[in-house]
């Protein structure tokens, strides 16, 4: 198994843990204790803590880009690419996006919060391109 798709299951894993360490602890626990209903919980509507909506987001957002970065590894898988370029590109990525979960999820939103996300969420989209053109490069 090659770096990308190694990297792809961990942002997989990165993207449940997040659902799972975060919202479902939160959502789950007001539901199974009472303190809330299953049709509660509506996906247009902003609830809970400032703590929640920071997770909902941050799990949001690895939504966003997993389809991307899985177009990615399955092109690389597709064409049969090797690279020790993607295989850094793919490290750097999943850093980023961890640390962009962290930021957001861990830290209120100031203006300095919000920069630092933001630089990741950035490197994550340079890297994708950056992929995205080895792999054309990579072609006969």
Known sequence: MNMP????LAFAGWTLLILFGTVGVYRWSRI???R??????????PQGSDGYQRAIAAHRNCIENLPVYTALVVAIAVFQVESTTLN?????????RM???LVHIGFE???KVATWRFAFFFTQIVTMIWMGIEIVRSLP
């Open 5 to 8: 798709t190694l990297v792809l």
């Open 88 to 96: 850094v590109l793919s490290l750097a990525l999943l850093g980023a």
């Open 36 to 45: 809330a209903t299953v049709s509660e919980w509506q996906a247009n509507k």
């Open 109 to 111: 939103q100031t203006e």
């Open 99 to 101: 640390a962009q979960s």
């Open 32 to 34: 199974l204790t009472g």
